[in-house]
């Protein structure tokens, strides 16, 4: 079995966060890798589904009220028991089981990314050591510690591995590829988050074409492409990339996903750069009369994310500091106008 697993989409039912972490893997994968891994198994989720996405409102990630390690594992059915099986292989199978990949996307479902990375570089080695260097498994090994680095923030160090597990994907696997597809976008997100937009346009622009080609949406590049047009300025282009991307994820996932709540913090952002206020999807929830501007929408989205997803989830902290930032900007825009004005 193979221990790559796909990107989200809207299709599929899985969480984007954890982008090859959290969907199943693809039928044809789990055919040609078969037997390529030992298949040791906890009885209670299997590799590629370990960050499934189900009908509720709650993540179970680590919030300021659940930060003990006992309530956290509760949270996680099945952490405990995996990492006890982990424990009990020998060395000389842990890096190449199926286990090590379900015990690192429960430890990321927690946001507990350091401990994650640990179990990602020991896969690395391993899958490199045994199965050579351009496996399909040794590259989702390569793809998740990558991905796992840029949630962390070491944009830096996820940069050079972004880079070859793509290019050894167009290799081995082709472009046209979900694999390959699923390393463009989370390349093309890397490079934005480095404020390299250049770069990152014809990548994410690559992953959405496909993503609604093959599914009909534009797939977990599709809030990133809006964050690129806005930075870029062109926030009527931003507009309409966005399009419907709210409505779709709340009503796929339900209002307290991961993937809605992401998509309206781009909504509320967006409309933050337009200057404009508007009917907001939360409003009910925030305003009696259903009217808020981008800023309120954005606060009480963040507000939201630290309730349903917890204080260390990658989103919570990212859009926590653009909160941040935003004011920073706000009060200097005011500071100037005050001093000018006198």
């Avoid at 779709?248 to 996932?253: L, V």
Wanted: with cysteine; charged share 25%.
């Amino acid at each position: 079995m193979s221990a790559r697993a796909g990107a989200s989409d809207l299709a599929s039912g899985t969480p984007d966060w954890v982008v090859r972490l959290g969907s199943p893997e693809q039928p044809r994968r789990r055919q040609r890798a078969k037997g390529t891994l030992t298949p040791h198994s906890t009885g209670t989720v299997e590799l590629g589904a370990a960050v499934e996405a189900r009908p509720q409102d709650r993540q179970p990630v680590a919030t300021p009220q659940t930060q003990d390690r006992q309530r956290l594992d509760q949270l996680c059915p099945g952490l405990v028991s995996a990492q006890a099986h982990l424990a009990r292989l020998p060395d000389a199978e842990r890096g190449t089981s199926l286990i090590i990949s379900n015990v690192a996307a429960k430890l990321i479902e927690q946001g507990r990314l350091s401990e994650a990375e640990e179990l990602y570089r020991e896969m690395l080695v391993a899958r490199r050591a045994k199965l050579g260097h351009k496996d399909p498994d040794t590259l989702a090994a390569l793809g998740n510690l990558a991905l796992n680095l840029r949630l962390q923030g070491k944009l830096a160090e996820a940069e050079p591995l972004c880079r070859e597990s793509l290019a050894a994907s167009r290799e081995v696997l082709g472009s046209d590829a979900q694999e390959t597809v699923i390393d463009a976008g989370n390349f093309g997100k890397l490079l934005l988050e480095q404020g390299r937009l250049g770069e990152a346009e014809p990548l994410l622009v690559e992953a959405v074409a496909w993503w609604r080609k093959q599914h009909g949406n534009g797939g977990f590049c599709n809030g990133p492409l809006v964050e690129l047009l806005r930075e870029q300025g062109r926030l009527a282009e931003a507009g309409r990339e966005l399009g419907t991307l709210v409505e779709d994820m709340r009503a796929k996932f339900g209002p307290h996903h991961q993937a809605a709540l992401e998509a309206e913090a781009i909504s509320a952002r967006l409309r933050i750069a337009l200057g404009h206020r508007a009917l907001s999807v939360i409003a009910a929830a925030v305003e009696p009369d259903g009217i808020v501007d981008g800023a309120t929408d954005l606060r009480a989205t963040v507000a939201r994310m630290g309730e349903f997803l917890g204080a260390a989830h990658p989103y919570t902290v990212k859009w926590q500091r653009v909160l941040g930032e935003i004011k920073a900007a706000a009060d200097e825009a005011a500071a100037a106008e005050k001093a000018a004005a006198s």
